[in-house]
């Protein structure tokens, strides 16, 4: 299984047909697979790269530090969530 590509183009286009189909293929890709990469986005290559070194950098991080952002209560929605603590619903793993 791959994850799903969709053109913000599309969406933005200004054609109503476009749009819905993206809305379609977007809201497919989250129903069959969960993910899904958005491309034309407008967002800066640089940008992306810049914020993919901010995430390993916090990830590298040793647990005790990661855990001062781990909200209780949330469900993993917000902040840091430990390795273990999500769970596909109704699932033990």
């Given at each position: 299984?791959?994850?799903?590509?969709?053109?913000?183009?599309?969406?933005?286009?200004?054609?109503?047909?476009?749009?819905?189909?993206?809305?379609?293929?977007?809201?497919?890709?989250?129903?069959?697979?969960?993910?899904?990469?958005?491309?034309?986005?407008?967002?800066?290559?640089?940008?992306?790269?810049q914020?993919?070194?901010?995430?390993?950098?916090?990830?590298?991080?040793?647990?005790?530090?990661?855990?001062?952002?781990?909200?209780?209560?949330?469900?993993?929605?917000?902040?840091?969530?430990?390795?273990?603590?999500?769970?596909?619903d109704?699932?033990?793993w």
């Amino acid at each position: 299984m791959s994850i799903p590509v969709v053109d913000l183009a599309e969406f933005l286009s200004g054609n109503a047909n476009s749009k819905a189909a993206f809305v379609q293929k977007l809201g497919k890709a989250y129903e069959e697979v969960g993910f899904v990469a958005i491309k034309n986005h407008g967002i800066p290559d640089e940008f992306i790269a810049q914020i993919y070194e901010y995430v390993q950098q916090f990830f590298s991080l040793p647990l005790q530090i990661k855990m001062n952002y781990e909200i209780e209560g949330l469900a993993g929605q917000r902040g840091y969530t430990s390795f273990g603590r999500e769970h596909a619903d109704k699932q033990k793993w």
